[in-house]
């Protein structure tokens, strides 16, 4: 399919954020004027970010110092599948969680219940105020039984200064550890294709999820009959496109390239 036509006929952008729209503290060249030219279109934008160390607010707050702005609708985190997940179908139950602090104040502020002791389940996230201790404990309940779930499957996460850590990698060393792999919902599994078509309300076919990755955002696409957009703009390279199962229905530079083609439409 050729690029052009895949833009033309998506009605939904769901953007990554690291390494799509931003990197560190910087909107990546031409992304806001593509955000224009979406909205020129009459087409929808959300974010859908896998990176659960920040809660939506905090997100839309680094946005609007970005100076783009947008409502809490517009922003969607593994977290916040994580949180349905939970209610769906551990109602009730108690929660060891491996997260920021921003993480549990949003488990906490939709009734999920969080513990220190032996929980039902213990949760991954992207933890970047991991300690030795909170990665002993979660081993052990895990060994004893405890359920084990983690928000996102990235590796790494990419920054100004280069890739640090993310959830997958965290995952890893608990897998190791424990003989135990974990239950992942957030990019690129089927729970955020459902909840992003669940809260948006456009048909699936007509949706791209676009981001630098192509085991997350890519798949999330191509596996869940959605669309995978590549933009080059952070983790993934065009050699890496080769070497992968996941197969992009297009490939951009960067969001600025893709807002100048669509500047080519009209309404």
Known sequence: MEREQVLRETELFVLDMDGTFYLGDHILEGALEFLGQVERLGKKFVFFTNNSSRSPKEYIEK???????????????????????????????????????????????????LTSDMPDAVVV??????????????????????????????????????????????????????????????????????MVLELTRVQRERVSFVGDRLYTDVKTGVNNGARGILVLSGEATEADIAESEVKPDAVFAGLGEMGELLGQFGK
Do not use: W
């Open 63 to 113: 946005l609007a110092r970005m100076d783009c702005r947008i409502t809490r609708q517009q922003i969607m985190t593994s977290g916040d599948v994580m949180v349905q997940y939970l209610k769906c179908f551990y109602p009730g139950k108690s929660i060891f969680l491996l997260g920021t602090p921003a993480l549990e104040e949003n488990f906490r502020e939709h009734g999920i219940y």
């Open 125 to 194: 996230g992207f933890d970047m105020t991991l300690t030795y201790e909170k990665l002993e404990r979660a081993c052990t309940y895990i060994r004893n039984g405890a359920e084990f779930l983690a928000t996102h499957p990235d590796i790494n996460c990419p920054t100004a200064e280069g890739f640090i850590p993310d959830c997958g990698a965290m995952c890893a060393a608990i897998a190791l550890s424990t003989g135990r792999e974990p239950r992942y919902v957030g990019k690129p599994y089927p729970e955020t294709v459902d």
